[in-house]
């Protein structure tokens, strides 16, 4: 798969005859999330437990709660908003 990239990127750029790090690490992940069934839901749950963790570490610093409270109220702030429309 490389070797077939590099020779369409040789040939669609001319005389620049490199491809860079960062070229080929943004070509694999568009790849990855081209082709596989799981990589969007994946990075769905990724996105959204790195949400509650900065939420929780966020409402635990700021309040008096602990780090288990802050956690819980954190997931229902994303789960269910609408609960909290009063507060």
Request: hydrophobic share 45%; proline share 1%; glycine share 4%.
């Amino acid at each position: 798969e490389y070797n077939l990239v590099k020779e369409k990127v040789e040939s669609m750029l001319g005389s620049r005859n490199q491809i860079s790090t960062l070229e080929m690490i943004e070509y694999r992940v568009e790849h990855y999330f081209s082709t596989s069934q799981w990589a969007k839901v994946a990075l769905l749950l990724t996105f959204t437990f790195i949400l509650i963790s900065m939420g929780a570490v966020a409402l635990a610093f700021c309040g008096d709660d602990s780090i288990s409270s802050a956690v819980w109220l954190a997931w229902t702030y994303v789960a269910d908003p609408g609960t909290h429309a009063d507060a």
